[in-house]
């Protein structure tokens, strides 16, 4: 079964809440990755407003030329739960 995001709301700052077609929820915390990356093309999420405006389609999408794969954000959102 191949991972995707079937739920996403914005939640505070830099954080969204996601449902996952595993049936997990959570809320992702993507500002200590937005703000330490060096990687040019995620520095416009920086602008709490290009951040806020996202969509959806399997993974979360910022103008049709960010998106962040939905293993990344699952890893992310879980990365300090110890039953996984």
Do not use: C, H
Request: negative net charge; without cysteine.
């Amino acid at each position: 079964m191949m991972l995707s995001i079937t739920k996403a709301k914005y939640s505070t700052e830099y954080k969204i809440y996601l449902e996952f077609s595993d049936g997990k929820n959570g809320n992702v915390d993507l500002e200590k990755y937005i703000f330490s990356t060096k990687l040019k093309f995620i520095q416009p999420l920086r602008d709490i407003n290009i951040f806020q405006q996202f969509t959806l389609d399997y993974t979360l999408i910022w103008s049709d030329e960010i998106d962040l794969a939905p293993e990344f954000l699952y890893f992310k959102t879980f990365e300090n739960d110890k039953s996984l």
